[in-house]
């Protein structure tokens, strides 16, 4: 690679993990949730006892509105420093 790469700390790509909640099939057969979410991390989840880290997990009690605010929100407005 070339003098052109970014440092990690001018990276402005975000990786974000949305777990989504069950749906109303997933519910009426008992299914459980197999995204374990460790505590005081935002960043973190594991499933089938591996660990996943990303710049952000979105787990599945947030609502819809605060996955665009965090996730889509600044771009949409052109400010990506936030993003």
């Not at 001018?10 to 974000?16: A, D, G, Y």
């Not at 880290?53 to 609502?63: A, E, H, R, Y």
């Not at 996730?71 to 400010?79: D, H, L, P, R, S």
């Amino acid at each position: 690679m070339g003098d052109n790469v970014n440092s990690a700390d001018e990276c402005t790509i975000k990786v974000m993990c949305r777990v989504r909640p069950h749906n109303a099939s997933e519910e009426k057969i008992g299914s459980k949730m197999i995204f374990k979410f460790p505590p005081k991390t935002e960043d973190t989840c594991t499933l089938a006892g591996r660990v996943y880290q990303f710049d952000k997990v979105l787990q599945p009690n947030i609502t819809q509105e605060a996955v665009y605010n965090i996730t889509a929100a600044a771009i949409v407005k052109g400010n990506r420093a936030d993003a």
